[in-house]
């Protein structure tokens, strides 16, 4: 990336990308509905929440991007 000399606003790189990791991950936990309200009264409850919707994004990432089954 190059930034022009004498630019206004420093463009940190890192920063920007980092935040848009976090924010891309909370959407995709908005998107079950345990995780969006805090239905949970305990914190290793809510924790296990986030995990199981975490695999269930990922497990079906996965299982979209693998393509068809062989055999």
């Known amino acids: 990336m190059v930034v022009p000399q004498g630019t206004i606003f420093p463009v940190d790189r890192?920063?920007?990308t980092?935040?848009?990791v976090v924010?891309?991950?909370f959407g995709w936990l908005v998107k079950h509905r345990r995780c969006v309200r805090d239905y949970e009264t305990r914190?290793?409850?809510h924790?296990?929440?986030v995990y199981l919707a975490e695999i269930h994004t990922l497990t079906?990432?996965?299982a979209r991007d693998s393509g068809p089954?062989?055999?």
Request: charged letters at 30%; zero cysteines.
């Open 18 to 20: 980092s935040s848009w």
């Open 14 to 16: 890192f920063h920007v």
């Open 43 to 45: 914190p290793d409850h």
């Open 23 to 25: 924010e891309r991950t």
């Open 47 to 49: 924790e296990a929440m």
């Open 60 to 62: 079906r990432r996965l």
């Open 69 to 71: 089954a062989i055999g």
